[in-house]
């Protein structure tokens, strides 16, 4: 059956749902909650797409002969005017989701049926949720994710350098990690291939491609990509806007809602993505501590070295840094003000902060390690030279300019939130915790990571000491009212707690 799109300006949080006159749906035999397969009409080389159907039995809201379509759907899946439906039969991936549901072991063969029908858009949100819950409750072996990482990174392109390409990457938690954009230019300038491919934000009030946006452009096409990698041999760009694993994208979109992040399907995640771009040695940053994905030493140690094996059987060479998570990374969370301190370490060594010096050289110098640029143990110092040196900053200045940006910008030039609130010490002294939960909320309310002007200063950290009145914290915003709710939120929770050395008098 073909017919002609009505678009229903609500959006469904991409939710891929479309409503059909009762008349229609009688007309092909579909119930509400049925599979519907969509196919841009006259569009043959674009793929097909599952929805769900919901029944309209008004004519007003959608009419005989009219499908309606969402908002987000009709943007991200490039609809036409007309479509083409048909109810659409489970796939036969379905079978296998529901062996892992049950908890058996999936062959090579079923996995890669799976990743195929998911790319597709053969399998609907509600079974790829079914897949998600099923690794999140019975795992998977090493086998299996070995499989997984090499099907989600056939699904989309495969980049070949034609030499040997290093990464980083973290597994988040930390605010404030702005470690990429202090790396990747002392990688290049010690003369090691590292074209760095980032996330924007998802849970956290920047991701590293919204800081370096700040800077530059980061949205590239694979040719553009190829040539600036040609040129610098580096770059920080947005993975979003390429087709490297879209497998991965997929899965990533089911599992933010259910807020499940298993080990069994990070493990593919990452490795998809490194196998996409290449990439030969990489170096894991897996911060440790409260309110992050790994609470103890114990549990980072653990994934590191499952990370490592899986790694190592899919052809990467891998060093994993158990790194501390107790509070921010640097002073500045948000892009422009995380944009602009890394600007100006790289401008100047003194600057600091040091928590930022130390965790980029440790993970840069690891790298240099792996590369031959440094001997073992003697990677840091390396590190810490080329910094010091300005040769990352000249470096930097390139890949800004390769990318689009000005080369010559300053920290000052930066933009940051015209609203400001100063919050001071009601009391003298020390800093015992510096809450990373709150300074996230905080910064997300002030307007991160989408007001890139936004976020917050962290004036004293842990272990300082501090007199009443002292400034202790600032708040940027491009909003009054959003600084109206960062600061309630202050208020009620603060992120920074103050002690003496007494405990509690009994």
């Given at each position: 059956?073909?017919?002609?799109?009505?678009?229903?300006?609500?959006?469904?949080g991409?939710?891929?749902?479309?409503?059909?006159?009762?008349?229609?749906?009688?007309?092909i035999?579909?119930?509400?909650?049925?599979?519907?397969?969509?196919?841009?009409?006259?569009?043959?080389?674009?793929?097909?797409?599952?929805?769900?159907?919901?029944?309209?039995?008004?004519?007003?809201?959608?009419?005989?002969?009219?499908?309606?379509?969402?908002?987000?759907?009709?943007?991200?899946?490039?609809?036409?005017?007309?479509?083409?439906?048909?109810?659409?039969?489970?796939?036969?991936?379905?079978?296998?989701?529901?062996?892992?549901?049950?908890?058996?072991?999936?062959?090579?063969?079923?996995?890669?049926?799976?990743?195929?029908?998911?790319?597709?858009?053969?399998l609907?949100?509600?079974?790829?949720?079914?897949?998600?819950?099923?690794?999140?409750?019975?795992g998977?072996?090493?086998?299996?994710?070995?499989?997984?990482?090499l099907?989600?990174?056939?699904?989309?392109d495969?980049?070949?350098f034609e030499?040997?390409?290093?990464?980083k990457?973290?597994?988040?938690g930390?605010?404030?990690?702005?470690?990429?954009?202090?790396?990747?230019?002392?990688?290049a300038?010690?003369?090691?291939?590292?074209?760095?491919?980032?996330?924007?934000?998802?849970?956290s009030?920047s991701?590293?491609?919204?800081?370096?946006?700040?800077?530059?452009?980061?949205?590239?096409?694979?040719?553009?990509?190829?040539?600036?990698?040609?040129?610098?041999k580096?770059c920080?760009?947005?993975?979003?806007?390429?087709?490297?694993?879209?497998a991965?994208?997929i899965?990533?979109?089911?599992?933010?809602?259910?807020?499940?992040?298993?080990?069994?399907?990070?493990?593919?995640?990452?490795?998809?993505?490194?196998?996409?771009?290449?990439?030969?040695?990489?170096?894991?940053?897996?911060p440790?501590?409260a309110?992050?994905?790994?609470?103890?030493?114990?549990?980072?140690?653990?994934?590191?070295?499952?990370?490592?094996?899986?790694?190592?059987?899919?052809g990467?060479?891998?060093?994993?840094?158990?790194?501390?998570a107790?509070?921010?990374?640097?002073?500045?969370?948000?892009?422009?003000?995380?944009?602009?301190?890394?600007?100006?370490?790289?401008?100047?060594?003194?600057a600091?902060?040091?928590?930022?010096?130390?965790?980029?050289?440790?993970?840069?110098?690891?790298?240099?390690?792996?590369?031959?640029?440094a001997?073992?143990?003697?990677?840091?110092?390396?590190?810490?030279?080329?910094?010091?040196?300005?040769?990352?900053?000249?470096k930097?200045k390139?890949?800004?300019?390769?990318?689009?940006?000005?080369?010559?910008?300053?920290?000052e030039?930066?933009?940051?939130?015209?609203?400001?609130?100063?919050?001071?010490?009601?009391?003298?002294?020390?800093?015992?915790?510096?809450?990373?939960g709150?300074?996230?909320?905080?910064?997300?309310?002030?307007?991160?990571?989408?007001?890139?002007?936004?976020?917050?200063?962290?004036?004293?950290k842990q272990?300082?000491?501090?007199?009443?009145?002292?400034?202790?914290?600032?708040?940027?915003?491009?909003?009054?009212?959003?600084?109206?709710?960062?600061?309630?939120?202050?208020?009620?929770a603060?992120?920074?707690?103050?002690?003496?050395?007494?405990i509690?008098?009994i």
């Amino acid at each position: 059956m073909k017919l002609k799109v009505k678009i229903i300006n609500f959006e469904t949080g991409n939710i891929k749902i479309i409503v059909l006159n009762s008349e229609d749906a009688q007309k092909i035999g579909g119930k509400a909650g049925d599979r519907i397969l969509l196919k841009n009409d006259g569009l043959e080389s674009e793929k097909p797409l599952i929805a769900i159907l919901d029944i309209s039995y008004s004519d007003s809201i959608v009419a005989p002969g009219e499908i309606g379509v969402f908002l987000d759907t009709s943007k991200n899946y490039k609809i036409s005017e007309q479509l083409s439906i048909r109810l659409a039969e489970p796939p036969d991936s379905y079978k296998f989701i529901n062996k892992k549901i049950k908890g058996n072991k999936l062959t090579t063969e079923e996995i890669n049926r799976i990743i195929s029908d998911a790319v597709s858009g053969h399998l609907s949100q509600i079974e790829l949720a079914s897949f998600v819950t099923g690794v999140s409750i019975n795992g998977m072996d090493k086998e299996e994710m070995i499989s997984l990482s090499l099907a989600e990174a056939r699904s989309g392109d495969i980049f070949n350098f034609e030499s040997d390409v290093f990464d980083k990457h973290s597994t988040g938690g930390v605010p404030g990690n702005k470690v990429s954009l202090i790396i990747v230019p002392i990688v290049a300038a010690a003369g090691l291939n590292i074209p760095k491919t980032s996330t924007r934000a998802i849970t956290s009030p920047s991701g590293t491609a919204d800081t370096m946006e700040v800077l530059a452009p980061v949205i590239f096409s694979s040719e553009e990509l190829r040539e600036i990698f040609r040129n610098e041999k580096a770059c920080i760009v947005w993975g979003g806007s390429l087709d490297i694993s879209p497998a991965d994208n997929i899965l990533i979109e089911i599992e933010r809602p259910l807020h499940m992040d298993p080990f069994a399907l990070m493990i593919p995640s990452i490795l998809a993505k490194k196998l996409s771009m290449g990439v030969k040695k990489l170096v894991l940053d897996i911060p440790v501590g409260a309110k992050t994905k790994f609470p103890t030493i114990d549990d980072g140690k653990n994934f590191a070295y499952i990370f490592k094996d899986v790694a190592k059987s899919v052809g990467i060479q891998s060093e994993c840094a158990l790194t501390l998570a107790h509070q921010p990374i640097g002073h500045a969370v948000g892009p422009a003000l995380e944009a602009r301190e890394a600007l100006r370490l790289l401008m100047d060594y003194n600057a600091g902060p040091n928590s930022l010096i130390e965790k980029s050289t440790d993970l840069a110098g690891i790298l240099l390690e792996m590369g031959g640029k440094a001997q073992k143990g003697d990677g840091q110092r390396k590190a810490k030279e080329i910094l010091r040196s300005g040769k990352a900053y000249d470096k930097m200045k390139q890949i800004i300019k390769a990318q689009g940006g000005n080369p010559e910008i300053t920290p000052e030039e930066i933009i940051v939130g015209p609203y400001v609130k100063e919050c001071y010490s009601l009391k003298s002294g020390h800093i015992t915790e510096v809450d990373n939960g709150i300074i996230n909320q905080i910064a997300k309310s002030a307007g991160c990571p989408f007001s890139k002007s936004s976020g917050i200063e962290i004036i004293k950290k842990q272990g300082a000491r501090i007199a009443e009145g002292d400034l202790i914290f600032k708040i940027y915003s491009n909003s009054q009212s959003k600084l109206k709710r960062a600061e309630k939120i202050y208020n009620q929770a603060s992120p920074i707690i103050l002690g003496g050395m007494m405990i509690e008098r009994i």
